[in-house]
């Protein structure tokens, strides 16, 4: 199931007027209007309670893929109680719509709507209690209230997750009831409550998952859960947020497509993953990323020496991935010139590269196909300066994979290899889901640069995971297959911050290791980082300034040292 975003600015205001207008201001009559009121409201809430629901998975989606290593951003760890004030806001001013459409539909005479918005706060506070651990819930929005609290207690992130876990459950409960009025403007799952339960059962078997080791019963809860079935297990049923090409009267291009309008420079990406994905032939390569420049900087000369990453990780300079390729490729003697010039298109930073940001946007790597809707950049297409979007003619209807069905195909691989009593073919899913990954990428690249993108020939996806496999068998114990599996995840997650981010936490996977062909791990970080790995995200100075019940989280709660309820690794740094 892929669900589209086209909702016009208009569509959203007045779903933010019905918002408004579907609470009780008096007990007159004049206020109920015989008409359908209830639905007419519900409609309009739906559409911004869905993109409420998005906006949480990309709450922090770039700096958690920058604190797994993917990318440099937030990947030095410098947080402090202001990084993330927006965020939090945000959360609380977007999931209001989701409590405004819980209250309109407490009569009973809206059940599909009242399931669909459960299911969506239980999606959607499960990301916020995964950067922040214990929030303000049980009171939370209700500063409009007849009776406001504008104080509101924060409730333990381990409640929380008792409550979203119920949620899920209440609403496939809800979802079986018949609806009397067809539901509208539901653009993720059209009010089809097959698919909406089916969502639901995902979200929670998501929940379920991350918190298995913080609660009692976590293993016997996701194995039933598994064992019910019922969640997301083909492509054609994946929760996909699709963005389009429309630049009026909105934009509403991908997110990271904002790096082709020529307006912004692309974050450094992590030159491990670009590497090791050159190294392993990887066919995802051409699709994630763009190639902005073929020019080997000359570091005789002071300008291209000013703009060379530190610690001299620059890839056409570097021996020891230099060396690596040569084994890849089976190259004697010099590399190749053109070679060479392909490989300084992969343009980023080693981890944790705390130097100052030259002007090198036009070298720098950026976003391609995948999930961004940009361009396609194998060794045929050339390496272009981005300028604007003209210049290129692509469109930056990206994507946001939300759950896909190889998100739950690694969720029970994980559970099978960590020892919580849920049963499989682990291998067949690992390969399973390995392919279904890549189908989704190069599906996008095929969609979003149809004149330059080409699908991987089959023998090369074979090959490529027939090598991954073969790790796999060579691991000797459950728990170093599940790093195996944990570093194709990292490799799956280009576009995925939460999930990866949450992975390391859970599982402390994939750990830290050289950079190498078919490495298993991640690169530690080039320069010791000012604090320890991210646990959670550093509550806002501004909270703690407007609730007197925020003050001591604020003060007290450190975020490389105090671990989310269910993260019993506390992942470390080693130096």
């Not at 420049?293 to 610690?311: E, H, V, Y």
């Amino acid at each position: 199931m892929k669900i589209y975003k086209n909702v016009l600015r208009s569509v959203l205001l007045t779903g933010l007027i019905g918002a408004a207008s579907s609470c009780n201001y008096t007990d007159l009559d004049i206020n109920t209007d015989p008409n359908r009121p209830a639905t007419g409201s519900l409609g309009l809430l739906l559409p911004v309670a869905e993109n409420a629901a998005v906006s949480a998975f990309g709450a922090v989606n770039s700096n958690a893929m920058g604190f797994a290593g993917l990318w440099n951003s937030g990947d030095s760890y410098n947080l402090s109680n202001t990084s993330y004030q927006g965020t939090w806001n945000t959360a609380y001013q977007s999931l209001q719509t989701m409590e405004e459409m819980l209250k309109a539909t407490e009569d009973g005479k809206n059940p599909r709507y009242r399931g669909i918005a459960l299911v969506l706060k239980a999606y959607s506070v499960g990301h916020y209690v995964d950067m922040f651990g214990d929030m303000p819930y049980s009171e939370a929005w209700k500063g409009n209230a007849t009776t406001p609290n504008k104080s509101p207690k924060f409730d333990k992130d381990a409640d929380i997750y008792e409550d979203l876990i119920k949620l899920c459950d209440q609403a496939v409960v809800e979802l079986a009831k018949p609806q009397p009025v067809a539901v509208i403007n539901d653009y993720m799952g059209s009010g089809n409550a097959t698919t909406w339960t089916r969502i639901a059962r995902t979200v929670k078997l998501r929940l379920l998952l991350t918190s298995r080791k913080g609660r009692a019963t976590g293993n016997a809860d996701l194995k039933a859960a598994f064992d019910a079935g019922g969640f997301i297990t083909t492509a054609a049923q994946n929760w996909t947020y699709l963005y389009s090409t429309q630049i009026s009267p909105e934009r509403n291009t991908h997110p990271w497509f904002i790096t082709y309008t020529g307006t912004s420079d692309p974050t450094y990406i992590n030159h491990q993953l670009m590497g090791e994905m050159i190294l392993n032939k990887d066919p995802r390569l051409p699709f994630y990323f763009y190639r902005q420049t073929a020019r080997i900087l000359d570091q005789n000369n002071s300008t291209d020496r000013g703009t060379t990453p530190f610690g001299g990780s620059y890839l056409p300079l570097k021996d020891s991935f230099l060396d690596e390729y040569k084994k890849a490729f089976n190259i004697t003697g010099a590399i190749p010139a053109a070679d060479l010039t392909y490989i300084a298109g992969f343009f980023g930073r080693d981890r944790a590269d705390v130097s100052g940001a030259p002007a090198d946007g036009p070298l720098r790597a950026a976003p391609g196909a995948y999930p961004a809707g940009g361009v396609y950049s194998d060794r045929s297409v050339a390496a272009v300066v981005l300028t604007g979007q003209a210049s290129l003619n692509f469109g930056g209807n990206g994507q946001w994979p939300l759950i896909n069905s190889w998100n739950t195909k690694y969720y029970q691989v994980e559970a099978i290899l960590d020892g919580t009593g849920v049963t499989g073919d682990a291998k067949a899913l690992f390969e399973a889901a390995m392919r279904e990954q890549i189908a989704v990428v190069v599906a996008q690249g095929l969609k979003s640069d149809p004149s330059r993108a080409k699908a991987p020939a089959t023998a090369e996806v074979d090959a490529y995971v027939a090598e991954w496999l073969k790790l796999y068998d060579g691991a000797t114990t459950n728990q170093s297959k599940l790093n195996v599996v944990a570093k194709q995840i990292w490799f799956c997650s280009w576009g995925q911050g939460m999930d990866i981010w949450n992975l390391q936490r859970r599982t402390g996977y994939p750990i830290q290791s050289q950079f190498r062909q078919f490495s298993v791990g991640i690169q530690a970080p080039i320069s010791k980082p000012p604090r320890q790995y991210a646990l959670r995200l550093p509550y806002p100075q501004s909270e703690g300034a407007l609730n007197p019940n925020a003050s001591k989280f604020v003060t007290d709660v450190i975020f490389d040292r105090d671990a989310i309820f269910w993260d019993k690794v506390k992942t470390k740094w080693e130096f």
